[in-house]
């Protein structure tokens, strides 16, 4: 195996974060490399072997409770990548860091902030390790600007701050929006 890398792939709800993840897993299959694909159990929105992008595009992937399950899972693996990372305790920058040292190309994808507008403390440690971090920003769904921010909405309205952190959801639940129109009332 060649040396390891570690890529991140961040962004805002709508970026486009599992489609990139998804063009490169392809680019890897043309280059016959093994690849492995892995999302977190609580990630339902689509079946436990699926990882799909809101333009259609779609993938095998696995579908782990813990992070350190791919260590063995993805033993000898070329290409390891995880989707969805902010639903993943903070030891997945741990399991990443083995990957790479094993020499794989760890790709990482998920949201960089929560609906408040905070840093994700799994996607912040893995951004602060990576190689390469791409930042991917979707349009504002008030202004057209581009969005960088996810706002959690209930009855139409923003979430209230002391709403759940977590709320596994699509554009059903959330809208991209830029740092002017996102709002977190307090």
Excluded: W
């Excluded at 992937?61 to 989707?83: I, K, M, N, Y």
Aim: proline share 5%; with cysteine.
């Amino acid at each position: 195996m060649s040396k390891g890398t570690l890529e991140v792939i961040a962004g805002c709800m709508s970026c486009g974060k599992s489609e990139e993840l998804i063009r490169r897993v392809r680019r890897e299959e043309i280059a016959k490399k093994t690849i492995i694909v892995f999302k977190p159990v609580v990630d339902n929105r689509t079946d436990g072997g699926t990882v799909a992008s809101r333009d259609g595009k779609s993938c095998a992937c696995v579908s782990l409770a813990d992070p350190a399950e791919a260590l063995e899972r993805a033993a000898g693996t070329h290409v390891v990548c995880f989707d969805e990372a902010q639903f993943f305790p903070t030891d997945l920058a741990t399991v990443a860091d083995e990957l790479v040292d094993r020499g794989s190309r760890v790709i990482v994808a998920g949201l960089d902030t929560d609906f408040r507008g905070q840093p994700f403390e799994t996607m912040a440690l893995l951004m602060a390790k990576a190689d390469k971090v791409t930042k991917l920003t979707a349009v504002c769904m008030r202004c057209g600007e581009p969005a960088t921010r996810s706002q959690r909405l209930i009855n139409g309205a923003p979430a209230p701050y002391d709403a759940p952190r977590i709320q596994v959801g699509g554009d059903e639940l959330y809208e991209a929006r830029c740092r002017d129109c996102h709002l977190v009332p307090r």
